[in-house]
C-alpha cells in the first residue's frame, strides 16, 4: 500500500505560481514514476506531467511544458510541481499519482498507476 498526500493548492491570479507538493508513504521503497494529473469540471483527466523516481526523467504536457516543473526529493519521498505563469485553463483539481511497474520512460496514462492521491484544488483568477 502506498498513500499519497498532496498539498498547496489555492487560489493564485493569472500569471502567478503554485507549488504542489506529493507526500508518499507507505510501499515507497518499489516507486518507479510519480505523476501529476489534473481534472476540470465536466473534463476528463490529463496528463501534466511525470517522473522516474531512480534516474530523475520527466515528462511533460505541450500544455505546461515551459511553464511547470516536476521535481522530487528521495529523501523525504516527496514530489512536487512548481508552476509557473499559470493561466486559467490550468484550473483544475490536480492529483498525484504512484506507479510501481518497472519502466525507463515517465508514464503518462492513467492506466500505469496504482495509487492516487486525494486531489488538491487550484483555482486561476483572470
Known amino acids: 500500500q502506498v498513500q499519497l498526500v498532496e498539498s498547496g493548492g489555492g487560489l493564485v491570479q493569472a500569471g502567478g505560481s503554485l507549488r504542489l507538493s506529493c507526500a508518499a508513504s507507505g510501499r515507497t521503497f518499489s516507486t518507479y514514476a510519480i505523476g501529476w494529473f489534473r481534472q476540470a469540471p465536466g473534463k476528463e483527466r490529463e496528463f501534466v506531467a511525470s517522473?522516474?523516481?531512480?534516474?530523475?526523467?520527466?515528462l511533460y504536457a505541450d500544455s505546461v511544458k515551459g511553464r511547470f516543473t516536476i521535481s522530487r526529493d528521495n529523501a523525504k519521498n516527496t514530489v512536487y510541481l512548481r508552476m509557473n505563469i499559470l493561466k486559467p485553463e490550468d484550473a483544475a483539481v490536480y492529483y498525484c499519482?504512484?506507479?510501481?511497474?518497472?519502466?525507463?520512460?515517465?508514464?503518462?496514462?492513467?492506466?500505469?498507476?496504482?495509487?492516487w492521491g486525494q486531489g488538491t484544488q487550484v483555482t486561476v483568477s483572470s
Open positions: 499519482a504512484w506507479g510501481g511497474t518497472p519502466t525507463w520512460r515517465p508514464p503518462r496514462t492513467t492506466d500505469f498507476y496504482d495509487y
Open positions: 517522473i522516474i523516481w531512480s534516474g530523475g526523467s520527466t
